[in-house]
């Protein structure tokens, strides 16, 4: 099984600030996505990080809004810029291994937004 | 609209007792995922269901995938205050996974 760190584990930010957020798997992965998950609901896939090219969002979800980078099959980052209080959510990090069905996720990133 | 509905949405029980949790959907799935997840944590994944009809014991708990592969349940037998968490069913097509609403599980001792 993959083991996925978050870093930070949370934060509290001012409105019209950005966050980057940190992903890191103990194993290389072919696939790794960023999901969100608001209080009270269930997670909703932000968008799938693609190593060495442009990720893949989900509708509802733009690149200026959540860029994401992931340079090798370890890491990723996803960034929330020019955040909102509708912002405030947990940011979990996922990866999965190409042709296995499991998929494992990060303890989450919760981010506050005042 | 949820690809996959669970129910119930809240189910609170005693220690001891049984409890079923259902994952419903429309779509054939190529896996699904249960995931127990608690407050101030990730999802943790509790077993991956692949084959239609198939059935998997993890000491308590016992998962069934649906013949047709669009439906799963989970089954807690004498549950323990320990299981109390948010369980979430997951469906796979592709590389994507589709997630359930939830049932919070709150087991009293």
């Known amino acids: 099984s993959a083991v996925i760190s978050q870093k930070p584990s949370r934060d509290i930010c001012q409105r019209g600030t950005s966050l980057t957020i940190q992903c890191q798997v103990d194993?290389?992965?072919?696939?790794m996505f960023w999901y969100r998950q608001q209080p009270g609901q269930s997670l909703t896939l932000i968008a799938t990080a693609n190593q060495g090219s442009e990720a893949t969002y989900e509708s509802g979800f733009v690149i200026d809004k959540f860029p994401i980078s992931r340079p090798n099959l370890t890491f990723s980052t996803l960034t929330v810029s020019n955040m909102s209080p509708e912002d405030s959510s947990i940011y979990l990090c996922s990866a999965r291994e190409s042709g296995r069905e499991t998929q494992y996720f990060g303890p989450g990133t919760r981010l506050l937004v005042l | 609209t949820q690809l996959l509905e669970q129910s119930p949405q809240f189910l609170s029980i005693q220690e001891g007792e049984n409890l079923t949790v259902y994952c419903n959907s429309s779509?054939?799935?190529?896996?699904l995922q249960w995931y127990r997840q608690e407050p101030g944590e990730g999802p943790v994944l509790l077993v991956t269901?692949?084959?239609?009809?198939e059935v998997k014991k993890l000491k308590r708990l016992t998962f069934q995938f649906g013949d047709a592969r669009k439906d799963s349940s989970l089954h807690i037998t004498a549950a323990q205050p320990g299981d109390t968490g948010l369980y979430l069913c997951a469906g796979a097509n592709d590389y994507k996974l589709s997630f359930g609403a939830g049932t919070t599980v709150t087991v009293r001792a």
């Open positions: 194993s290389q992965v072919t696939m």
């Open positions: 269901v692949v084959t239609g009809g």
């Open positions: 779509s054939v799935f190529s896996s």
